[in-house]
């Protein structure tokens, strides 16, 4: 059974900084696009970045310039380092993977998710 196993969530002052890890488990994905999605309270799951297994990111514009994602191959680990948060930052923030950039990307339906770790932001 295919488990992601996210870490690294937890309550942070606004403009402080915290990382977050995700690791599967039961199978290898080094070569599949990972990413991160979120889901704050009362709204939707919205795709936060991606990263393909060369280094190729994508970021959601809320984001950029504040968060970078990036992955270890050898080590099946894809993080998201998240700095100057914003309360609006906080949600429940979730791992995912799949072998397509689009589904993971573009269209937001990955195969494969995390339980979620959560992200709280105070201001």
């Known amino acids: 059974q295919v488990q992601l196993v996210e870490s690294g969530g937890g309550l942070v002052q606004a403009g402080g900084s915290l990382r977050l890890s995700c690791t599967p488990s039961?199978?290898?994905?080094?070569?599949?696009?990972m990413g991160w999605f979120r889901q704050a309270p009362g709204k939707e799951r919205e795709f936060v970045a991606g990263?393909?297994?060369?280094?190729?990111?994508s970021y959601a514009d809320s984001v950029k310039g504040r968060f970078t994602i990036s992955r270890v191959n050898a080590e099946n680990t894809v993080y998201l380092q998240m700095n100057s948060l914003k309360p609006e930052d906080t949600a429940v923030y979730y791992c995912?993977?799949?072998?397509?950039?689009?589904?993971?990307?573009?269209?937001?339906?990955?195969?494969?998710w995390g339980q979620g770790t959560q992200v709280t932001v105070s201001s």
């Open positions: 990263i393909s297994w060369s280094g190729t990111t």
């Open positions: 039961g199978r290898t994905f080094s070569i599949y696009p």
């Open positions: 995912a993977v799949d072998p397509s950039w689009a589904r993971l990307v573009v269209h937001g339906t990955p195969a494969y």
